[in-house]
């Protein structure tokens, strides 16, 4: 069935970092990717997405491109801030969704210190 | 525009107990989602209505978990008798409709409430 593995954390950074979270995805066809963010004691919240093959996603200096050659969408930033610890979901929506149903990976746990 | 709420944000139980949570989803939103997000994992989906049906339950332990939409708005979550296994965080999602989004692709985007963290001695 459909799912999505991404990478195993706790990821910690020093502000001003690189970071990249991988993810892979086992899907048929061409599903809907997404990157979820959610911050301590908040809900999980959508930080972006793309719906086709070289879909580039971008929000808050936060990138992923999906690739179908390699069922990838790793997420970057190029320099980490404190403010972005988190937790960092990757998610699919399969693209015969009628059902609109989503699903997630386990989340990668990251902690920028300063 | 308000949220997805939820409440209690936190309850302790003795297993055996049961406990119920409650969501109210954002105005409008036709799809509501209970999921279940055990420490370390990424959310599962238990049951999702559309208005006041159910379209999805078949990952919804049927013997203790039980749902209910009756007006199509807001929703509640029960579990009788908990078990220590039950202890997770249960996450409510909302969303305008089902597939076939206006967004592009087939999805429409989820907003999650801030959860309850259920925690069974």
């Known amino acids: 069935g459909d799912s999505v593995t991404q990478m195993e954390g706790p990821v910690t950074l020093s502000e001003e970092a690189f970071l990249t979270i991988n993810c892979t995805y086992t899907?048929?066809?061409?599903?809907?990717l997404f990157w979820y963010v959610q911050y301590p004691g908040e809900g999980l919240q959508l930080l972006l997405k793309?719906?086709?093959?070289?879909d580039k996603g971008s929000n808050k200096g936060f990138e992923a491109t999906y690739r179908k050659e390699t069922t990838s969408f790793h997420l970057e930033k190029g320099s980490v801030q404190v403010s972005d610890s988190a937790v960092y979901f990757c998610?699919?929506?399969?693209?015969?969704?009628?059902?609109?149903?989503?699903?997630f990976g386990t989340g990668t746990s990251l902690t920028v210190i300063p | 525009e308000a949220g997805v709420a939820q409440s209690p944000r936190y309850k302790i139980i003795e297993k055996r107990q049961s406990v119920a949570f409650w969501c109210n989803p954002i105005s409008g939103h036709a799809t509501l989602y209970w999921y279940q997000q055990i420490l370390g994992q990424g959310p599962k989906l238990l049951i999702q209505?559309?208005?006041?049906?159910?379209?999805?339950d078949s990952q919804l332990p049927k013997d203790r978990f039980s749902a209910e939409r009756l007006k199509g708005v807001d929703s509640t979550l029960k579990i009788q008798p908990a078990k220590l296994e039950d202890s997770a965080v249960y996450l409510c999602a909302s969303s305008l409709d089902l597939g076939q989004g206006l967004s592009g692709g087939s999805y429409n985007e989820q907003f999650f409430g801030p959860g309850t963290r259920l925690t069974v001695l």
């Open positions: 793309a719906t086709k093959a070289d």
């Open positions: 899907a048929t066809g061409y599903p809907s």
């Open positions: 998610a699919l929506s399969p693209s015969t969704n009628t059902g609109n149903q989503f699903y």
């Open positions: 209505f559309q208005n006041n049906g159910v379209v999805d």
